[in-house]
């Protein structure tokens, strides 16, 4: 069974950088699929940051383009989320997912990691 | 950008009877293979997001059939025929057609 689980600093000072881990089990991120990341802020909805094919193509949400970047660590099962200049806006549960299909179905989640900007 | 609107955004339902939720797009999300790319989520209480309806109408592994989706060009709907308790949470419509890839806003079900 596919596993999906977030891992990084929950509290993260304005200006400098949140990252995050998403390590996968139960399979290969080698596999035929995207894989992505989603935020939600505190009692908001949710918003798409980006989604990755190992060895191929990333794609960014503009609004968050200029500070995102999306990684690959096959050799560790893992992928990342750099997030750069952050803000109290950047506050929120961060989730990473699996596309089972282009960059639709995100199935499974992770169960989230929440994040905290604040001095 | 697609942008995705869902309507009601809060709804309260009686055990036992239907609920319906709506999803619009203000542009098209059909593939050329025929399929509409848009997915419904539901995201229970202290959960992450879960899949429940993908391409339109197709029910996610493990699924309640009392869960449906309907499409009519770029309107969308989800459909519940008989609410239980257990379905309580924020519905989530998300379109992955166009980059970047968008959400409703989300609609919350309660239960009267």
């Known amino acids: 069974q596919l596993q999906l689980q977030e891992s990084g600093p929950g509290l993260v000072k304005p200006s400098e950088t949140l990252s995050l881990t998403c390590t996968v089990s139960?399979?290969?991120?080698?596999?035929?699929?995207?894989w992505a990341w989603i935020r939600q802020p505190p009692g908001k909805g949710l918003e798409w940051i980006g989604s990755f094919y190992p060895g191929g193509r990333t794609y960014y949400n503009p609004s968050l383009k200029s500070r995102v970047t999306i990684s690959v660590d096959t050799s560790r099962n893992q992928f990342s989320l750099k997030l750069t200049s952050v803000t109290a806006a950047d506050t929120g549960i961060y989730y990473c997912g699996r596309h089972a299909q282009w960059v639709i179905r995100l199935d499974p989640w992770g169960q989230g990691a929440l994040v905290t900007v604040s001095s | 950008d697609a942008v995705m609107t869902q309507s009601p955004l809060s709804l309260s339902v009686t055990p036992g009877e239907p609920a319906s939720i709506s999803c619009r797009s203000s542009q098209s999300v059909l593939h050329s293979n025929g399929d509409n790319y848009l997915d419904w989520y539901l995201q229970k209480p202290g959960q992450s997001p879960r899949l429940l309806i993908y391409?339109?109408?197709n029910r996610a592994s493990g699924v309640p059939d009392r869960f449906s989706g309907t499409e009519s060009g770029t309107d969308f709907t989800l459909k519940i025929s008989r609410v239980e308790a257990e379905d309580v949470g924020v519905y989530y419509c998300?379109?992955?057609?166009?980059?970047?890839?968008?959400f409703g806003q989300g609609t919350r079900l309660e239960i009267k």
């Open positions: 998300m379109q992955g057609l166009q980059i970047p890839v968008t």
């Open positions: 391409l339109g109408s």
């Open positions: 139960g399979g290969s991120i080698n596999s035929n699929n995207y």
